[in-house]
């Protein structure tokens, strides 16, 4: 049984319009930019860049967890962290680092949001030197200088006020808009692939129907009889 064949089959429990509201939005989803948070300690915050990262079509969200628990608040996330792939890093010691060697072995670069030597603007930023991570550090003391040191490069956004910096959704959400309308005007390959879009299709089906697995065992029993 493949994971098409199921597809076709959860389908008749949702209505056409649902599905073609998943095919919609799969052709509008990247990992080509992703989301990592170091420590993020406030519920609304965490769910405010959970959603922006839903609606601005970034479907990986990568959670440190050294000092902070990360914990999401429905009031604000309105649902959106049950759409997105959301991987956490809290076996160890040092999240941060494992964090980095994973994105790093997925083909990421790791891009610092905070003023730092050698860093870039928005408007500046390269977008075709390869996959970005785009790291976020805690609402009272920014990043870790672990989290800082190792990065691969830096990103600020120009200010002009009193204030130093500006709250992580809201940083989180201006990076995002910005790169995102970027990257879809872009002759760079940001969608995902097939196996990806199938393979997520299946799971918000699944998210979707009530008794999934109880119908996905039906489905295999009948599907081993043929």
Not at 101 to 123: C, F, M, Q
Not at 202 to 219: C, G, M, T, V
Request: hydrophobic share 35%; proline share 3%.
């Amino acid at each position: 049984m493949d994971k098409q064949q199921l597809i076709e089959y959860f389908q008749q429990f949702v209505s056409e319009r649902r599905a073609r509201l998943f095919d919609r939005i799969l052709d509008h989803r990247t990992r080509y930019v992703t989301v990592v948070m170091e420590d993020i300690f406030q519920p609304q915050n965490a769910s405010a860049v959970l959603r922006t990262c839903d609606c601005f079509g970034v479907q990986d969200v990568h959670i440190i967890e050294n000092r902070n628990s990360y914990t999401v608040n429905p009031d604000v996330a309105l649902g959106s962290d049950k759409w997105l792939t959301l991987v956490k890093y809290s076996r160890t010691d040092d999240n941060t680092s494992e964090a980095y060697s994973e994105l790093r072995r997925l083909g990421y670069r790791i891009v610092a949001t905070n003023p730092h030597k050698g860093d870039v603007t928005l408007e500046d930023f390269d977008l075709t030197k390869g996959k970005t991570a785009f790291v976020f550090g805690t609402e009272l003391k920014g990043l870790s200088s672990k989290a800082t040191n190792e990065a691969d490069e830096y990103l600020r956004i120009p200010m002009f006020g009193f204030t130093e910096s500006f709250n992580v959704s809201v940083s989180a959400a201006l990076i995002l808009h910005y790169i995102t309308n970027r990257l879809r005007s872009s002759p760079i390959d940001w969608k995902l692939n097939p196996e990806e879009i199938i393979s997520l299709k299946l799971e918000w089906l699944r998210k979707s129907i009530k008794n999934a697995d109880l119908l996905e065992k039906q489905f295999q029993v009948t599907w081993r009889k043929r």
